[in-house]
């Protein structure tokens, strides 16, 4: 126009996601000619990880089938190349739960979960401590990447025994004993049973302390 501007059309409509080289032409009335290149990005839509979460961000992979395992589910909005892993305190790759490797071979737009079971890649456990569950999705066009992360912590060790405080233990001999006190290992559960017989709902042991009271 007389101001200078113009306005060009990139394409038709549903042009292919992907990165294209722009060229430019400008011809002067006298046939003076000037180039300019540039990038053009085409994109019908964002890749974005949504609902990242773990079922358990502490597990005791120790086959008593209490928290031996968190599954790790997320979506992704865009066909992308995934990679799920876990890392160690040092951000090495202790095992790798996913990786797509072939560029043009993606995993499809979707909701996903996988598994962890407290193990390195060739199945021996890791020891106790807090790792990092990452996932890392590129867009196979644009190259753009997104990720997502949280920390869960392995415990293996079994909690040292509770002991009774309880003045006279005679009174466990009935369940209609007024209180049962004792000291475990803080922040940890606690039941309580007389032969066999669970007595009341479980208490959790001051985190500081280690206390618990039992109260019938």
Same mark, same amino acid.
């Given at each position: 126009? !007389?101001? $200078?501007n113009y306005?060009a059309t990139a $394409?038709? /409509? $549903?042009?292919?996601? !992907?990165?294209y ?6 011809q002067?009335?006298s046939g003076?000619?000037?180039?300019k290149? &540039? ?8 890749l ?7 079922? @358990? !961000? @502490?597990?005791?992979?120790?086959g ?7 599954i790790i ?7 992308a190349l995934m ?11 202790? %095992? ?5 490797t072939v560029?043009?071979?993606p995993?499809?737009?979707a ?7 407290g193990? %390195?890649?060739g199945d021996?456990?890791v ?8 996932l890392?999705a ?8 997104v ?5 869960? $912590?392995v415990?293996?060790? %079994? ?8 003045a006279?233990d005679?009174?466990l001999? /009935?369940?209609?004993?007024s209180?049962v006190? &004792?000291?475990a290992e &803080? ?5 309580? /049973?007389?032969n &066999?017989?669970?007595?009341t709902t479980t ?5 500081l302390? !280690?206390l618990?009271?039992f109260?019938?």
């Amino acid at each position: 126009n !007389g101001s $200078g501007n113009y306005t060009a059309t990139a $394409g038709p /409509s $549903g042009i292919v996601d !992907g990165i294209y080289d722009v060229k430019v032409t400008v011809q002067d009335l006298s046939g003076n000619l000037s180039l300019k290149t &540039g990038e053009l990005k085409a994109q019908s839509a964002i890749l974005q990880i949504k609902n990242f979460a773990l079922s @358990q !961000g @502490q597990i005791s992979p120790n086959g008593d089938f209490n928290r031996d395992e968190s599954i790790i589910s997320f979506e992704i909005t865009k066909a992308a190349l995934m990679t799920l892993q876990v890392l160690d305190a040092t951000d090495s790759i202790v %095992r790798t739960l996913w990786q797509d490797t072939v560029v043009n071979s993606p995993s499809p737009a979707a909701a996903y979960s996988f598994t962890w079971n407290g193990t %390195r890649d060739g199945d021996t456990l890791v020891v106790d401590g807090t790792y990092k569950i990452k996932l890392s999705a590129q867009d196979p066009l644009l190259n753009d990447v997104v990720s997502a992360q949280s920390n869960i $912590g392995v415990d293996l060790t %079994r909690p040292a025994a509770p002991k009774m405080t309880t003045a006279d233990d005679t009174t466990l001999k /009935s369940p209609t004993a007024s209180s049962v006190t &004792g000291v475990a290992e &803080g922040g940890n559960a606690v039941k309580l /049973s007389v032969n &066999g017989t669970l007595l009341t709902t479980t208490v959790t042991a001051d985190p500081l302390t !280690g206390l618990f009271t039992f109260t019938n």
